[in-house]
């Protein structure tokens, strides 16, 4: 538990500090990410300490948004006078992201398999 | 006990910050458990739930947001860690994800730039001012991304940090629902699709429903993050939004 959390943290102060040195435009957290990866795919596998601290704190992951959520109180006056622009933005533009993202991904699929497909029968002929 | 004493004991523990970290651990516990209650109903989202209960609370008893976030800070600062922590469900699904690179890379593509524009196009639309439209643009962003974009650009990053949170709550609430309507029945699409909108809370929602679809939400919210961070600073330029 402790040699995993401090190997999370190692990689995210890494992350961190890369990308205030290079002035990269990637979050830290993303690049501390993209570096266990590299980690685990160096090593060829999940240590189980590792495996099971990254779930235990991605089993809660709605929690720590929680304090976030709760600044709504610093903009009450901001979200009264502007409310009806941020409830479209919110309601609409997530129902539309939600789609055009899920039928993007199961268009290109299926094109995918189609000329897979049309490859696949030419060959036979 | 008296009157005097236990507004000694309040003085005492308002000052500390154990008081409103264990509120925040307890509102969530409570809020969860209404949540298993109602048989996992989205409608009962969690964080909704626990936000709402704690702000009765520091209404009720006059704190102002800064002392509580003195003490939630510590969960706050919890989302960094497991943002890295998503490196292993990506490696669990690494060979369906090898396959399936094309797809989830245009995917998340239509997926960052459909997120910020509908949400500047539509605030901007309905009258809302360029600081509320910067401050949506990264809204679908895990909240640590989402504000350090926001305020890089001249946004409000607590507005943003706001704004994260109830569109994950709104993509967590619905999401399940639209795709279903849209006959969408695999994981992996279904997990892209959650996270690439609603990140973190999207993919808490995603890990209920499956572990493929979570681990397909936990690598959109990572790789939409990177994305938006890398293109939303010349969309927003390009709109005429930076600057104001």
């Not at chain 2, 989205?42 to 006059?62: C, F, K, R």
């Not at chain 2, 909240?143 to 001249?154: H, N, T």
């Amino acid at each position: 538990m402790l040699h995993a959390l401090t190997l999370i943290l190692v990689c995210q102060l890494a992350g961190e500090t890369t990308v205030l040195l290079t002035g990269l435009p990637v979050p830290g957290p993303v690049l501390g990410m993209l570096l266990l990866l590299a980690w685990l795919v160096l090593r060829g596998g999940i240590p189980q300490d590792v495996g099971r601290t990254a779930d235990t704190l991605l089993a809660h992951l709605s929690l720590l948004f929680v304090p976030a959520g709760v600044g709504v109180m610093l903009h009450w006056e901001r979200i009264q006078g502007q409310w009806p622009a941020i409830l479209a933005a919110l309601l609409l533009g997530t129902l539309i992201t939600l789609a055009v993202t899920a039928l993007t991904m199961l268009g290109v699929v299926r094109l995918l398999a189609v000329g897979a497909r049309r490859w696949g029968t030419r060959r036979h002929d | 006990m008296t009157e005097t004493s236990l507004t000694e004991i309040w003085v005492y523990l308002a000052a500390s910050p154990l008081l409103w970290l264990t509120a925040t651990l307890l509102c969530y516990l409570l809020a969860d458990r209404l949540y298993r209650l109602a048989g996992a109903n989205p409608l009962l989202n969690p964080v909704a739930v626990a936000v709402a209960l704690l702000i009765g609370i520091l209404i009720v008893t006059d704190t102002p947001y800064g002392v509580y976030f003195d003490g939630a800070q510590f969960v706050h600062f919890l989302l960094g860690p497991a943002t890295v922590a998503l490196a292993i469900p990506l490696y669990r699904q690494r060979a369906r994800l090898a396959t399936l690179a094309l797809p989830i890379g245009l995917a998340l593509l239509a997926g960052v730039l459909t997120a910020s524009l509908s949400a500047i196009a539509l605030a901007a639309w309905l009258g809302a001012d360029v600081a509320t439209q910067v401050s949506l643009a990264p809204k679908s962003v895990t909240a640590p991304v989402a504000m350090g974009i926001s305020e890089k650009l001249g946004g409000i990053p607590s507005l943003t940090a706001v704004l994260v949170v109830s569109t994950g709550i709104v993509g967590a609430v619905l999401g399940t629902g639209v795709l279903r309507l849209l006959r969408i029945r695999d994981d992996a699409v279904r997990g892209i699709a959650m996270g690439a909108t609603s990140h973190g809370i999207g993919t808490a929602r995603a890990f209920q429903v499956s572990p493929a679809m979570g681990a397909f939400s936990g690598l959109a919210m990572a790789l939409s993050a990177f994305l938006t961070a890398l293109l939303l600073p010349s969309l927003l330029d390009w709109l005429g939004l930076v600057g104001h």
